[in-house]
Structures are given as structure tokens and as C-alpha cells.
């Protein structure tokens, strides 16, 4: 944690509610998020127990397996998932946006056009927290190598004809919310956290009643005793008060109420009394819904908070980058490929390892862009200075044939870069990219003088606008701002001796 | 090869030391293994091993290309094998952002190029594995030597193996260890998880290779070789070259007067942990306890006079080199924030000295000094973190030194140590090839205990 | 399962057991099981939590008195499930396990070599089962170092000094193999998938082995000293010099490998599949900690002779706590810690790294106050202000 979310955390202490740790959302919020609450069964490895979802918010949708070690009654849920989620899915397929780019054709040298096709927008899961993520993924990883009635060879227990499809959808979704800055598979909690600091620890922050508890008290009580209240706050029967946020359900929520009921509907099971066994059933879904629907309220209020936020500068660039996915995924899957394998080769490690890092890198930079708290953050750490203009003096280098524009533009600031003569600096909210050298400094004064090295144009004066002026605010950062193109790597099927060759 | 005088008579330094290189160039001229993996502790002649291949390799009139990991080991290896070879023609490949330091390109059969076209026919070219990812539309190398292999991630070896046929890979297994910004849960476990060392996945893919280890630390003294192996390497333990009396590190009288600035007391105390280290080769400064933002003013003004006097002093250091000036340029100081080495640097400026690196772990890592003095990554901290117990960091900042190394720090690390969660997650398939930095943290300390000298 | 209701009968309490024993009252002691250890490892500086499990306090009832109860509960599914596996492994005198452990531990050539199961009277008190423990171990020493037969341990029960006091520890199972090698093996109901594990399960079952491996290598030393000429395993050999935390004892403690097995449901199904797990780090560091804990009566110095747990809960806020955020995942008194350690304002209920941030500013007062012109924090805050400001 940096120092100054530490200092939002004390200032949400004496506050007693949260403090903002940005001024601008950071993230893609959907017009049409489909929101999802998952229950796993305790004790059963990726095991569905319930779920509330929808894009809806008046309407969510129920599934639940009332006996969730009945492979079948798992599968039905599974299925009926798909029924509900898919469509949702496909729903943006559609809508395309067609996009030419040049390329060189690598045999002939030929320059051609391609077209390539973009879909308009993605969709959007939200999820209360990092546990559901991990869930859907799971979900993912069970099911996408099912074999169904409809395989040549349907093994014996085939599941439902779309239920493999579902699996490999959820395994593309849970990988991409493993990119930094993406938004199609959204966990609630860190997604609160990061643009809202509380009077509590990270670790308490994962609980998205206690979270909304600081962020939004309830009139007339403070963060502290709501958030407390969220967490361990029991009625008489000694049911939690706001039940928690999945996918764990609470273990005294599975004694007192969910195994007897369990219990009672198996029994009617097995004296094969289907009236019974269904009113059984629905004693379970009603059980369930009451556990769920707090936390279906709590998503959507997190939501709502997110919503007032206005979305950062670049947050609809990084969204095009959840387009791009879903769109490759659906081109993968109308293309009959096979689900994703078990483990990554080496070549795919390697090339998502990259991107994740280009991402994160990008992500980073774009926020601090974006957001003058995040700048800050590199403010206070030595790595960018902020301040206003107190003098320009146009300089020329005339090594060259023609005269290049270098002019020197003195900043004053109350930060205190890491910058010694002759480091290098980026301007950050400039018209362009725009480099710069430290010239010389007084420190004493805050001084610092620099020289423009790049982005004024081809002529020997620099285009208009292009140089700050006296009395502007400026800012420059010590790093880069731009990710770096990460390397080439081979193809799987050319992986070196020292990776274990070609994968098998 | 020595020859032993005797079966019977224990191996000399320098024949155990001989012997390993031999095998070692066996295997990466006619191994039956593509790669050949040598294990360096610190000091123990890595770059003289890599000069010396890369004569050999060149001698057998293949082209050879070295992979090192940072510019400026790039250009210190291309130094090391023109001074060797100053008839040798040695390609610098480089970046058009990243243009090579003098020191390389002084000499006259160095040539530098951004386009590894321009260098393709010279017997040697060395790149960083950054540069030589982007090298494309070319026959592969014959042979490659690989430098600080173990800092070299797996992702960047699978972007350049294409370039070679068979490899040399050197480097120190206690260095700090290759990092990603991101969480690489994803692939832990897997033989080419992409985030961990290059070695590490060359050798779970080729079961056949046997790491061949450098047994002798010619830079550490014999007051330090034993407790940085026990430390550090106490799966692959080695020994100091040189015996407890041949090293010595002579200091004048500590008669001149302290600079203005620095406080009487703290100058006798600098005085006196530089006579302890002077003799033992280990000093340590000890403020009182206390709980402090990085930057302790303290703490940084302690190092700065332990530097400050030991320049005032004058200090011969003698060893079987010859004897030499402890001037400037033969200390050094390590930290582990850069905002704590902008301090000291402050402090030293404020104190009139210049010249004497102060520096990070991890730009201190390959370097050698007489004396160095460090500001424990603990000292004053309420709370160790898994950056600060970091095996590798503490490795590096105590193996520097050829004579004594002075360790600053406030009092009371062991308790902090012990107050520490043990929670560290393991991932199954991953073993473990360094020991724990926590247990290291306090087995050196417990070490240095003994030569402690508090300040006030 | 976990606790142990009779009082040791092998030897008369020593002072320290029998003030142990009064603080607990009329509870019964717990053993140092996984979760005792956990609370250990996240917080090994908590005066409060090295008393109370010293003296074998159950925690989670205490704290349900102190009117903070934790929230530690287990499913009755995830229990029933854990169950099933567990009696799976076991049935038939362990059959399944000892198939697993066959495939795991043993080279071709002994695979046809008869297993013994000896029984360890597990219904039986903590001080008979210690002593089945020890006779079996040496028993089955002897058989591996004849050739007879490889034994498998079920359920034994060890013995540990931790800061001073005795305590009783229960691994799930040992081996000893024909090659005389002695092995941990640990059971856990969390999933192998797809040959990785949660690591943050993996760890906690790699510390609480190597606890396990320290008091095997306590008892192999005891049954050394009783018969000095006790069989030398084949095999071991240290790595490291004497001195160095990893080397391996001498002796029959050598016996115990630093490799340790643990078994778990594969996937999403219900059968065992062992990995194996890397011990060294794990030894060298609770090796190290055993030995620099504070001693248990140091800590008993704060309490009033006459504290009873059991009646006056309450009394345990005269141990020092060391409460941070981590407590909440580990240690069933947390919430009652939070709530002392929020009134006092320590800036470490905002977690952990936040004392690295803030240095000598210890409370969230102090650090608030340190925002003003010319503070410690002066700078963090007007950037803070200006850019909340646009
Ligand atoms: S919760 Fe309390 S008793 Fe338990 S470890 Fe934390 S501070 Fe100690």
C-alpha cells in the first residue's frame, strides 16, 4: 500500500466513512452488465450450490441444486446456466464494426487490405468479489471438456448439449479478468476498493457488505459499527444480518437451516414422492433467495456507486480491448476450435505473461494520466513533477543541417524528483509525446529548467501550441508514457530445445 | 589441469577451482548435452570464466554469441575479452536508445552496431537478451554463452534459444531472483512457467544436465566465505581461496580530526566498527532501537561517517594481489531503496566525499569492492516485508567485500524477525533452490552480533 | 477430535503444567492442531495467543465469552465431506493409503514387501498413545533395518517443547519405509487440480509437517539416547556443515526425510493423489523460531497467580496482544483483539504494511497530526488536497 492510501485509510478513520482514492471511474462500467451471485457447496471442489443473476435488476433468476452431490442436479444447473448466460453472450456477437488494415503478405511482399471485424460491445459479468472469478473458472474448467449425447462417443455421463460451450466461454472470461485494466469479468470488491479507500484493512475490504458499509453508512451511523454489523451482526436465530457475498455461504446458514432442509428433501426423494420432493425443493430455493438477494441488492449498489463516477480518459480505449477478446473468442469458437488446453505450452505462457505485463504497465500509466491522485502517487514517490510554467526561452540546435526548435522551459515545483542534469523526462497532458531533459536546477527554489527535445514538429519553429507557455501548468514524469512492445516469441510449434521443444 | 601432489593430500583452492573449469569447458566444447549450466557463488571467477570459454569457443572457429542481461554488463564483458584479446574482433550490439559506454568501444577491435547484420560475421557478438529477442532473419549461432543466467527470465531465453545451437549459461544462483509485475500463479509449477529462471526451466527440460558449480570464492575473505556459503548456499556450499592471514586491511590512526558535520560521537563510533571490521573483516554499527520511515536521517548519517572516516583514515588493503589505496573507487554502499541511496549520497556530498558508489542490491549485484558498508535493509523498519527478507538481497549486499563489510542498523531486527508471520505460500512442483530469507536474516546478524559496536 | 481430555498419567505435573492447567480451569486441553499452528505461524510475536495455546486453551470458547465470537465455523458438508475422504484413506487398515503409498514412497524392488499396521490405541489418553507411539517407532525401525517390513503409523501422537511447555501433536500418518527412511504424511481435503494446489493451503501444510518432522526427530533422539544401539538409517546425509539450519541430525533422528507427503482429493473427484513437499525452508525456519521463542513462564509473568480462564475470560487482556488485520484469518480471538487494538488507535488495524508507511507514528491520531505544515506527512497531504481539489 502507498502512503497516500494509507493516509485516505486514517482519513476515513476520523471520518468515519470512506474516503475517494480516485477522482475518475477506472474502469469500463456496461450499460447492459449482467450480474451474477454465485454459492458454491462447501466441502465439493467447484460445485455449484445457487446463483442469482440477470442483467435485470428487478428480475433476478434463480438456480439452485437442491443436493448438490448429485452429479445430475449439477449438470441441470450447469445447463440451465447456460440457458440463461449464453444468449446474454452471444447477444453481442452481432454487431460488428469492420476495421481495414494494411498488411505485407510475408511470401510475395504484397500490400493488401484486410478487413477485420470488431463486435460493437462485449458483454459485461459482474461478480460480488474475486471468489465468484475464481468459481466461474472452475465452473470453466470442469465443464469445457464434457463430452455430450451429441459426441460420437457421449461416455457415460454426457452432459447437456450446451453445457461444454458454457465451459469454454467462462474459461476465456475468468482468463481475461486475469488482464490488468480489462472489464469484461468484473470482481465487485477490488473494484470498489480501488477507487474508494475505508477506515479498515485490504483484508476487510473483501467483504462487500463491510465495503459498501464504509463506503455508503446507513444514515446516522458510521463506517466502523455498519461495516462490524456487516460482518458478524446475528439475528435470534443466529443467522448472519447481511449474509455474506459468496462464494462460501455461512457455515451456521449450512447447519441450522440448509442441511436439515437438505436432509428433508432427500428423504422425499428417496420415498419417491415427487409432490414432496418438489415443495422440498422449493423450500431450498426459498432459503437460498434469502441469502442471495441481499447480496443481488449489495451488487447493484455497487454498481450504482460506480456509475457516478465519470469514466476516466481512457477507460473506453482499454474497453476496446475487451472487444477485441470477446470478439477472437467467438471467432475461435465459430471455428470449431477445441476448448482451451489444461495448462499453457510454452510459448502461450510466455505470450500471456507479456501481455499481462504490457497491460499492467499500461494500465498504470493511463490511471496516472487520467487522474491526478494517481499522478500524485508518482508526485510523492520522486518519479513525476508537477507545477506551473515560470519561463520559456526559445533555443535552437544547430548541429545538423537545419535548425531544430530545444526551447527551455523553467517549471516551478514543490516536488522533489529523483532527476540529476541530463535525465530524461516525459510530458505527461501535452498535446503530444513530448520529451524533455533536465537542463539545470535549483533545487533551493524549485526550479527546474528543461529542454524540449521532441514534439514540436518538422520546422525549425516549434507548431503552435506545442511548447507550454509562461503561466501554464505542467507536468513531467521520470518513466515512459507508453508500454513497451514486448518481444517476438516463436511459434508453439518452433519451441526450443531448452523449453522441451514442440508440445506434443 | 593440476595434478595433485598427492591422492591422499586435500585439493588446493586453485586445483579444486582448476579442475571445475576443465570439466566445465569439456562439456561446452563436446558435451553430449546441448547445455552446460554453471553454478557461481559470488566472487568466484565467473567473468574469467566467461572470457576464458569464449577464447576457447572462438578457437574452434565457430561464431559465438553472448547474451549477457543489463548494458553495462554488456559492456564490461566486451572490455574484459578485448583486454584479454586485444587481436580479437568483438561485435557490441545495441540499441538505437541504448548506445554503449566508452569502456567497450575504446578499444580498437570493438565494433557497434544496432543491426546484428552489420556484426554477423565477427567471431563474437554480445547483446543483452533484450536486444538479441529482436535479432531476426538469421543462421543460428554455433555457440552461446549465456551471462547471469539465473537473473535471465525463461520467457526471454525461449524469445533468443532460436539463435543458438548449443549454450554455456553462468550465473549465481543467491543473486536476486528474476521478477513480473503481475501474479504468475497461472503457470507455477509447470516446467516453463515463464516467470521463473531461465536455468531453472533449461534444466526441467533436459533432465540430462548436470550443473557444474565454481567451488571457490576468489573475492570473499576466509572471514567471510563460511558464513555467506552456510547462508546462502548451503545446498552448494563452497570455500574462500585465500587463508584468514592473507587479506589485510591496514587502517591509519584514526588522528584526523572530524569533518564540521559530523558529530564526535558517532565519528568514534565509525572509528572504532572500522577497527573491528578492519580485523575481523565484519563490523557492525549499532544505533538504538527505534521505528523509522525508510530515509532515517540516523541511520543514513552513520553510514556516511563509517565512509567519511575510513576515507579520512586512509586504509592499504594487501592481499595476494599486491597492495593497493582503499581509495574512493574501492568502496561502496548498498541499500535497498534507491530513496535510501539518494540519501546517502546527500550525506556523503554534505560531508565533502565523492567518488564512492552507493547503490541498490540490485545494482550492486556482479560488483566487487574492498570495503563496503551497508545500511540494513531492517534497520528501523516496524515491519519486515517479503521484499526486505528477500534471500537474494541480503546475499548481494554481504558478498561484495574482498577485505570487510560494515553493516549499519538499528537495534532490535532479531525481535522484528521473530515477530514475523511464517505464512509464506508454496506452490506445489517448485523446489526450493535457495534457502529462506528469514532464516539467513538471522543467521547473519546472529554472525555479526559478534563484531557489534553501538553507537551513543 | 482434536482435543484430548485426559490429563498426562506418565509422570506428575512440573509447576509450569500444573499453572497451565489452572489457568485453563476445568476446560479441557486442546492439542497444537492445524489450526493452533496457523495462529502460530501468522502471528509467532502474540504473547496473548503463545499463553493461551501453551496452556491447550480452546480459543474459539473463549472468545464466544469474551461476547466476540469467531467466525471459524466449518460446513457440516465440508466436514461430512472431509470425513468420507479421510475414512476412505483409512478403511481396512488403511488400505487405499497404503496402496497410494506403496506407488509414492517405495522402490520397484520392495513393493512386495508386507506392510504393518500397528495399532495406537487411538481412543485411548494422550500419554498411552505417546508411549504406543514411541514403541511402535522403534519397533518399526528395527523391522525396516531387518527387511521385514515397511510400517505405517496411523494417527500417532507426538510430543514437542514449544517455549518450555510440552505439547501434543497429532500427524495424520508416518511411514517407515524398508529403506528405513521415516516420512510425514499429511491428509487434506482441499483439491489437487490439475497438479497444482491453493498455495496458501500448501504452506500452512508444509509448516505444520515440519513441526512434525521436528518432534519426530525429538523422539528418534529420545529413542537413541534409550538404546544407543539403535539401527542407523541408510541414506541420510546432511547437506550443509554441523551448524548450518539445514544439515541433517546424526542418528536415528536422520531417519526423517525433509521431504514430506501430502495427500489430497485429485480434481473434482473424491480419490487421493499425493504430492510431495519440500520441507527444508520450512524446518530450517520453525527450527529456528522453537528455539527463540520466549519462554511460556516469561509471558505467565503478567497474569495474576490465580487467573482461571474459565471463569474470568477477561483475565487474558493482561497478555500483551499483537493484533493485525492477518489475526482475522488465523487466530479465533481477532475480533476481540480488533476491537482493543481500534480503541487504541494502532494503525496496524489498517494492516500490516501500514506501520512500514508510517514509521514512528503509531496511532491513527499521532499520523493525522503529522499532516500539518512542516510533518512527517505534510507532503502526502497537500498532494492528496490539490488533487482531490480539481
Ligand atoms: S488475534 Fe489476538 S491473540 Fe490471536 S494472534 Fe492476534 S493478537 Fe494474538
Known sequence: ?504 | MSTHPSPAAAPTPGEQADAAVAAILASALHGGERGTVVDSPPGAGKSTLVVRAARELVATGERLMIVAQTNSQVDDLVDRLAQADAGLAVGRLHGSDALPSEIATRHAGVVASTKAADLRELPVVVATAAKWQWVRDTDPWHHAIVDEAYQMRSDALLAVARLFERALFVGDPGQLDPFSIVGTDDWAGLHHDPSQSAVVTLLAHNPGIVPHRLPVSWRLPASAAPLISDAFYPFTPFRAGTESGDRLLGLGPATPPPPAGLAPGLARAADEVLDVAAESGWGLLELPARLTVRTDPEAVAAVAAVVARLLARGGEARSERGTAPVDAERIAVGTAHRDQAAAVRAALAALGVTGVTVDTANRLQGREYDVTVVLHPLSGRPDATAFHLETGRLCVLASRHRHACVVVTRAGIPELLDAHPATEPVQLGVVSKFPDGWEANHAVLEHLRRHRVPVG | MNHSTHPRVDQPLTPLEARLAALRGDAAARSMDARALAALAANPGCDRRAVLDAAGVDKASLAARLGSPAAFGQSPFAITRGLVFERRLRADRCAELVALLRSELLPEASAQTPVEVPDLLPSEGPAVRAARTRVALSEAAAAASAGRAWTLLDRPLLRLDVAGSSVSLEPDAIVVGPDGRWTVVEIKSFPILDGSADPTKVGAAARQAAVYVLALRATASALDAAAPSAVRPAGASGAGKPGSPYVEPEGLAGAVRTTGLLVCPRDFSNVAVAAPLDLRKQLAVTRRQLVRMTRIETLLAALPETARLDEAPEAVDALAHAYTPDCLAACELSFHCRTQARAAGAVETLGRGVRGELGSLTTVEAALAATGEGEALARAARLREEALAR
Open chain 1, 1 to 504: 500500500m502507498s502512503l497516500l492510501t494509507t493516509l485516505a485509510r486514517l482519513e476515513a478513520v476520523r471520518a468515519g466513512v470512506a474516503q475517494p482514492l480516485a477522482t475518475v471511474r477506472h474502469r469500463h462500467v456496461s450499460e447492459r452488465p449482467f450480474a451474477l451471485v454465485p454459492l458454491a457447496a462447501a466441502g465439493e471442489t467447484g460445485a455449484p450450490l445457487a446463483m442469482l443473476l440477470g442483467s435485470d435488476r428487478e428480475h433476478p433468476r434463480l438456480l439452485t441444486v437442491p443436493q448438490p452431490l448429485d452429479r445430475d442436479l449439477r449438470f441441470a444447473f450447469l445447463a440451465r446456466l447456460g440457458d440463461e448466460l449464453l444468449p446474454y453472450l452471444e447477444s453481442f456477437g452481432g454487431d460488428v464494426e469492420l476495421l481495414e488494415r494494411n498488411v505485407k503478405d510475408p511470401e510475395s511482399g504484397e500490400k493488401t487490405v484486410e478487413v477485420r471485424e470488431l463486435c460493437a460491445d462485449a458483454p459485461q459479468l459482474i461478480v460480488p468479489n474475486p471468489g465468484g472469478v475464481e468459481l466461474l473458472g472452475l465452473f470453466g474448467r470442469s465443464t469445457r471438456f464434457r463430452r455430450t449425447a451429441e459426441d460420437p462417443d457421449p461416455g457415460p455421463y454426457p452432459a447437456p448439449a450446451r453445457v461444454p460451450l458454457l465451459g469454454r466461454w467462462l474459461t476465456h472470461l475468468s482468463e481475461r479478468a486475469n488482464v490488468p485494466g480489462s472489464s469484461m469479468l468484473l470482481p465487485l470488491t477490488s473494484t470498489l476498493a480501488r477507487h474508494w479507500a475505508t477506515g479498515q484493512s485490504s483484508l476487510e475490504d473483501a467483504h462487500l457488505g463491510a465495503l459498501l458499509a464504509w463506503i455508503a453508512p446507513p444514515e446516522g451511523s458510521r463506517g466502523e459499527q455498519a461495516a462490524s454489523r456487516a460482518e458478524n451482526g446475528r439475528d435470534e436465530r443466529g443467522q448472519l444480518l447481511v449474509p455474506p457475498a459468496g462464494p462460501a455461504t455461512d457455515p451456521d446458514f449450512d447447519s441450522l437451516l440448509l442441511a436439515p432442509a437438505v436432509t428433508r428433501y432427500d428423504a422425499a426423494r428417496s420415498a419417491q414422492d415427487e409432490p414432496l420432493t418438489r415443495a422440498r425443493a422449493e423450500e431450498i430455493e426459498a432459503l437460498l433467495r434469502s441469502v442471495l438477494l441481499p447480496v443481488w441488492h449489495q451488487v447493484w449498489q455497487g454498481i450504482d456507486l460506480l456509475r457516478e463516477l465519470p469514466p476516466a480518459a481512457h477507460v473506453v480505449e482499454r474497453w476496446e480491448g475487451d472487444r477485441w477478446s470477446y470478439t477472437g473468442h467467438r471467432d475461435r469458437v465459430a471455428a470449431g476450435e477445441p476448448p482451451q488446453p489444461l495448462h499453457d505450452d510454452a510459448v502461450t505462457a510466455a505470450r500471456k505473461l507479456a501481455q499481462r505485463e504490457r497491460e499492467q504497465v499500461r494500465v498504470d500509466l493511463e490511471e496516472a494520466l487520467d487522474d491526478p491522485l494517481a499522478m500524485a502517487e508518482h508526485r510523492l514517490a520522486g518519479q513525476a513533477f508537477a507545477g506551473e510554467v515560470v519561463e520559456v526561452q526559445p533555443d535552437y540546435d544547430t548541429s545538423g543541417r537545419s535548425p531544430k526548435p530545444r526551447p527551455l522551459v523553467t517549471v516551478r515545483t514543490e516536488d522533489r524528483p529523483h532527476l540529476d542534469p541530463g535525465g530524461e523526462v516525459h510530458r505527461a497532458g501535452g498535446p503530444s509525446t513530448q520529451r524533455a531533459e533536465l537542463a539545470w536546477l535549483d533545487a533551493e527554489a524549485g526550479l527546474l529548467t528543461l529542454r524540449l527535445l521532441s514534439g514540436m514538429g518538422r520546422k525549425k519553429e516549434p507548431e503552435p501550441g506545442s511548447v507550454p507557455e509562461q503561466g501554464e501548468q505542467v507536468c513531467f514524469t521520470l518513466f515512459e508514457l507508453s508500454a513497451r512492445q514486448s518481444a517476438p516469441l516463436p511459434d508453439p510449434e518452433d519451441t526450443p530445445w531448452t523449453h522441451g521443444g514442440p508440445p506434443q
